[in-house]
């Protein structure tokens, strides 16, 4: 419980750290460089907690290989860049 509510917290703070300390580079950018940062992340977890070695790659189906990627274009891609460019035209509430 400590450590969603510590990564809620980080998320809402970074975002807003995000909004007002801007690098003056382009949304799009923006959101590729911060995917970029959460793979280098998630891949050595993924690796050190032994997740790659239950996925079962050579079984998979084309129906599950479009769902992956449906998931990764529209969720992440399209998803966090408009999450990305909302953070920079909107306000944040009071």
Same mark, same amino acid.
């Given at each position: 419980?400590?450590?969603?509510?510590?990564?809620?917290?980080?998320?809402?703070?970074?975002?807003?750290?995000?909004? @007002?300390?801007?690098?003056?580079?382009?949304?799009?950018?923006?959101?590729?460089?911060?995917?970029?940062?959460?793979?280098?992340?998630?891949?050595?977890?993924?690796?050190?907690?032994?997740?790659?070695?239950?996925?079962?790659?050579?079984?998979?189906?084309?129906?599950?290989?479009?769902?992956?990627? @449906?998931?990764?274009?529209?969720?992440?891609?399209?998803? @966090?860049?408009?999450?990305?460019?909302?953070?920079?035209?909107?306000?944040?509430?009071?």
């Amino acid at each position: 419980m400590a450590v969603l509510l510590l990564g809620s917290i980080s998320w809402a703070s970074g975002s807003l750290y995000a909004k @007002y300390n801007s690098s003056g580079d382009s949304n799009s950018v923006n959101a590729g460089w911060q995917m970029l940062a959460a793979g280098a992340a998630f891949i050595p977890a993924s690796l050190v907690s032994g997740e790659w070695s239950r996925f079962p790659y050579p079984g998979c189906d084309d129906d599950f290989l479009a769902v992956v990627f @449906y998931l990764v274009t529209m969720g992440s891609l399209a998803g @966090y860049s408009a999450f990305v460019w909302l953070l920079q035209c909107g306000r944040p509430p009071r």
